[in-house]
């Protein structure tokens, strides 16, 4: 998060409301990281920190983060993924799972996944051909801020692009109108990996 970005969105079914601060608090590496903190609290907010689209049946999808937390159980995070469309990040198409692992209490640990990309998985997502990468927070009641910082984004696609939120300067550039539209890639095009910190 060295570059001023936060996220590129997040959707919660229940009433959470988590805000988003590219902060200098804390930095598993380099000086900035991202700050997350749910109030009012409810549900189970997924917090969209990476987009891979163009992908195509078999490709693998590896990523991984590093987390802040010094709670005894609450808020933790987990890294998690979804499927949706290339031409837009909030058309929700399935789950795409991630892993049991929960943030350590302790300060500074790290959480990865693999996925296999499937276009279809026998059901009404046929179609389908990109994976939202996401920070899942679970706060309970508690506002105490979690830090993500360290993202890494890799691909065994040749023609996937891995995309990032954009950055301030992005963003005054490409005015209100220009922004529903805009990703900023991390890079040509994947393999990768690519990270943000």
């Not at 939202?132 to 910082?149: G, H, K, S």
């Amino acid at each position: 998060w060295e570059d001023g970005g936060t996220v590129m969105g997040w959707f919660n079914s229940g009433s959470g409301v988590p805000s988003f601060l590219n902060t200098d608090a804390q930095a598993y590496e380099g000086s900035r990281s991202l700050e997350i903190i749910e109030d009012p609290t409810g549900g189970t907010p997924q917090i969209w920190v990476g987009f891979v689209t163009g992908l195509t049946d078999g490709d693998t999808i590896d990523a991984s983060f590093w987390a802040f937390d010094e709670s005894e159980s609450s808020p933790s995070v987990r890294i998690w993924g979804a499927y949706a469309m290339s031409d837009d990040i909030t058309n929700y198409m399935g789950s795409a799972g991630g892993n049991s692992d929960y943030s350590a209490d302790t300060g500074w640990s790290e959480l990865s996944h693999s996925w296999t990309f499937d276009s279809d998985m026998g059901g009404s997502n046929e179609g389908r051909d990109a994976l939202v990468i996401q920070v899942r927070l679970y706060a309970d009641n508690d506002q105490t801020p979690v830090y993500i910082d360290d993202l890494n984004v890799s691909t065994s696609s040749a023609t996937a692009e891995i995309n990032f939120a954009p950055t301030p300067g992005a963003l005054a550039l490409l005015g209100v109108a220009g922004l529903a539209g805009r990703r900023r890639r991390a890079g040509v095009a994947a393999p990768g990996p690519w990270r943000i910190s």
